[in-house]
Structure formats: C-alpha cells, structure tokens
C-alpha cells in the first residue's frame, strides 16, 4: 500500500512548480506537467494555488509600500543637455507619485523596510522626490546616492554620494538621522539639506532645528536653526559658514530647477552648473574666474547661463560638441 | 482530461491567484486557529487547508464572491466534517452536533477579519528574518523586478543558487500562515 504523501512534502513540490512558472512562463509542456502532478492528489492543486498566491502576495505587498519618487527631469536644452543614464535605479524613478496617500500607515511598509536598506540614486542632471514610509520627503539632487531604512526605533539615512533635502515628518520616538562622511544629523521635524563632498559634509537648515555631531564621537556637536549651516571637515572639526540670510534658501533653489548665485566667483558658479550636465563649461581667462556673480539661471540650460554670464562679464562664450567655453579669445 | 491552454484559461488562472492572495490568505491563519481549536492534528490542518484551496482552485468567476472569507470557512468546515466521517471517529450524531455548535460560535466577526488582514505583515516580519542573501533575491525578484538570471549576474552567483533561495523565501511566506497562530497567542499573552 502506498504511503499517502504529507501535505508538506506537496507544498515542498508545489513550491518548485511556482518557480518553474516563474522562471519559465505557463508554456503548454509545463502546464501539462503540472496537470499531470495535480492529477495524484487532490490535496496538489491546492498547494499550489497557495504557493502561487503566497508568491503573488510579495509583490501586493511591496506595491503597498509605494516608494514611489515623482520626476523633476531638467528638460533636454538645445545643445546636448543633461543625458539619462539607463540602469536598475531608473526602474523605480520612472514611476509616477500620486501614490502618496496610499503610503505610510501600511505597517507592511515598514517590515519591507527591513530587508535592506532601499537605495536611491539619481543620474547626472536628474532631481527626483522620493516619498518614505513615514510620509517624510525627500529630494535627491543631481549624480547623487542615498540609503535609506527604517526600523521601529529609527529613521536613518545614508548619503554616500552627492546631497539631498530632507522635509522630515514629525515623530519624537523615532529619530530621523542622516549619515554623510563624518557627520551625523538628527532631526526631530524639521526641513534640511545635507550634501557630500568626498568626505566633508555640508548641512544647511530650512525649517527647525537638527543637531550635527561627529559619528564617531557624537558628544561633540552643534544646534543649528533655521537659516544656519555648516561644514563638517574631513579632518573632524565644525566650520560655520558665513552668509547673509536667505543664503540658504537661495542655495537650494535646485529644488525648483533654478541656480541662483549673489557674489559666488564665476569658477564657484560653473563648478555648480558642472554638476548637472555632461557638458561641460570651462571657463578660459584665470581673471575671469575670480569675478562675482549674481542672478538666477534654469539648471537644465548651460549654454543659456554661459551666455548670459558672458555678458555679463564683457567676453564672449562659444557653444562647443561637448563643451562650452566662457571667455573664448 | 483536457488542459485548456487558452489566453483567457491563463488571464482567468492571474485572476484567481490575484483574488485567492488578497481575500482568501488574509483569513487562512484565523481558519488555522478554529480548526486547532476544535481539536484537529497540525497535520490534519495542512491536509484539509490544501484541500480547501484545490476547492476554489475550481472556482469559474472567484471576484463575485462576496464574503470570501466566510466562503473559505464554509468549505473547510465541511471538508473538516468529510473528514471526521472518513476517519469513522464519530457517530453520525456527534456530526450533527459539530455542525451545530459550529454555527454558533465561530463566525468570523468582522472585528476579527480586520485583525487578520495584518496578518499579512506577519509575511514581511519573517521575510525580514531571513538570511540576507534570500532577502536580497526575493526583493530583487519580486520589488525591482529582475529575472531570475539578471539576479544571478548581478550578486555572481549561479542561478540554482538564486532559485533555491527564491524557493526558501516563499516558503517562508507559506509558513508565515502557520506561524500567525502561534504569534497571535503570543501577542495576547504579552498584552495582559
């Protein structure tokens, strides 16, 4: 007499027929095996239904989560603006928001935060707004890569390359921290950016208060408020940068597609503008990239802003292939 | 027996997973408990829960079920009953009366389905338990979407690998129905 087959055992088979599908697609010689098998046991079909909807149920699940960034692509300017780099990342930047509201209670958000850090990575001129689990928001700048995850306890952040703002929401039991380089920044509900140099790491504050202490001693810190910022050196020490009010403000205007500039050298400006485009503007005369600048350029254009500029300055500037000369003889 | 291979046999087959996998699985672990509670095997529950399952695996139109979770219990119910005569444990009239006290006193309130609907948390709580690598494919797999070959070139290893822990982590998921029970005991314990 045959032994009747545990029900563990057809899940055990059941379990390898769903990877098949998966791997393989419902062709006609694998539904055929499949009928086969179920055809044994009555209790076969039913294990794998469930294997199929327990399969299923990862992806309901993830969709719940909606880590879902909205695009602010700087627009293709006339000559060879900013290119798109194709790659997995571009996978989930492609989605559209809306989703917002669907975020954030779903606990199954915050286990799947668990799996591991979510990374999030933008291309050279792409600004892409990522919604987390809690409902914070936050904006990647150009060429720029982050980690973010989530436990019961904390809220944490990596940036490993390039900067981000952060509008954090409220929740004093869990502690949203970024980590960049040297510097560790807590917020409790506030508005900030920190962006990575290497491995210094400036921090400017929008709305609130954060605290900036070194990570691996994190009894040394400083309070920002609104309006301050900071620079934490790759040699461990805290450098207030002098500014005038609305520096900040006008120093993250690259949420808006726009670089604005009051006084910053020529060179300080195209370094900037470097940062969003493959085509680069190199400046020619060495006087000329000591001079100050000021007003507000669209990021997406840097032929429009070495022209403009140019005038500015009395010199003319030549839209080249790949580059764009300020300063041309 | 035929095999319709049809693309609608196919569209009608990602329908039914779809339904099973949001209104059926939710209630699986409260079904779990009522049959532990009323005296069946572990192993029993296994055998009549893939039962219950190839049930509507034959179902011709599941979304005009309207209280699937009611539905689901009714036919492990029975098939519980179908059991227990098979077994020959009872008498006819002890059959009679498992019907009737069942009517009674284990209709799913719907206070208690809203509960299990978190149930499905419990899938990702234990997702999260697993070794990193079988954690890193399924969310490869099933979040960003890569094949199973694009997995296996992306972390360097070979594809076995990749669908053996694929098959890991789903197992895991199955087992998570199972484990719900126990961690729901464990809950009230801790919340007296």
């Known amino acids: 007499m045959t032994t009747r087959q545990t029900a563990s055992d057809i899940e055990a088979e059941a379990i390898l027929w769903v990877m098949r599908l998966d791997r393989e697609g419902r062709t006609p010689a694998l539904s055929a095996a499949i009928q086969a098998w179920a055809e044994g046991d009555a209790r076969r079909a039913g294990a794998l239904l469930q294997a199929e909807a327990a399969w299923r149920s990862l992806e309901l699940s993830a969709k719940r989560q909606t880590q879902t960034p909205t695009e602010i692509q700087a627009p293709r300017s006339p000559s060879r603006g900013p290119e798109r780099t194709a790659g997995a990342t571009s996978r989930r930047t492609l989605l559209l928001a809306g989703a917002g509201a669907a975020l954030a209670a779903s606990g199954a958000g915050v286990y799947l935060a668990f799996l591991r850090p979510e990374t999030h990575q933008t291309a050279t001129g792409q600004i892409a707004t990522v919604t987390l689990p809690d409902a914070s928001v936050m904006t990647l700048n150009t060429a720029s890569r982050v980690r973010v995850s989530y436990t019961r306890a904390r809220r944490t952040v990596w940036i490993d390359e390039g900067e981000a703002w952060f509008q954090v929401a409220h929740a004093v039991e869990r502690p949203f921290v970024v980590m960049s380089g040297l510097a560790q920044v807590q917020a409790v509900g506030t508005a900030f950016s920190v962006r990575r140099l290497e491995a210094e790491t400036e921090v400017m504050v929008s709305e609130g208060k954060v605290r900036v202490s070194m990570q691996n001693d994190v009894a040394r810190s400083i309070l920002l408020a609104k309006g301050d910022s900071v620079i934490v050196t790759t040699d461990g020490r805290f450098v207030a940068a002098l500014g005038q009010p609305g520096d900040v403000e006008r120093r993250l205007a690259w949420r808006s597609g726009r670089l604005e500039f009051a006084g910053e050298t020529v060179a300080e400006a195209v370094a900037e503008f470097n940062r969003y485009s493959q085509t680069s503007i190199v400046v020619r005369d060495k006087d000329l990239a000591g001079q100050r600048l000021y007003g507000a350029f669209r990021l997406d254009d840097p032929a429009a802003f070495a022209r403009t500029a140019a005038i500015s300055l009395g010199v003319s500037a030549v839209v080249g292939e790949d580059r764009i000369f300020i300063g041309a003889g | ?192």
């Not at chain 2, 087959?13 to 099973?20: G, M, N, S």
């Not at chain 2, 209630?27 to 009323?38: I, K, N, S, T």
């Not at chain 2, 979770?69 to 009679?96: N, P």
């Not at chain 2, 099933?142 to 094949?147: R, V």
């Open chain 2, 1 to 192: 027996m035929t095999i319709d291979l049809s693309p609608e046999a196919e569209g009608r087959r990602i329908r039914l997973i779809d339904w099973v996998a949001r209104e059926i699985m939710p209630h699986e672990p409260a079904v779990r408990r009522w049959l532990r509670q009323q005296g069946s095997s572990p192993e029993d529950c296994d055998d009549l829960v893939q039962e219950a399952y190839a049930k509507l695996a034959a179902l011709p139109r599941p979304e005009q079920i309207v209280r699937a979770d009611a539905y689901f219990f009714q036919i492990v119910r029975h098939l519980r009953v179908d059991q227990l005569r098979r077994l020959k444990i009872v008498r006819i009239e002890s059959v009679q009366e498992i019907e009737a006290f069942s009517d009674g006193h284990d209709t799913l309130s719907p206070e208690r389905i809203v509960g299990d609907r978190d149930e499905l948390s419990q899938v990702l709580r234990l997702i999260a338990a697993l070794p990193p690598r079988c954690a890193e494919i399924l969310r490869l797999r099933k979040i960003e979407g890569l094949s199973q070959r694009e997995i296996a070139l992306k972390l360097g290893v070979s594809e076995s690998i990749v669908e053996n822990d694929a098959c890991k982590g789903l197992a895991s998921v199955l087992e998570a129905m199972r484990r719900a029970e126990a961690l729901r005991k464990t809950e009230k314990g801790r919340r007296r």
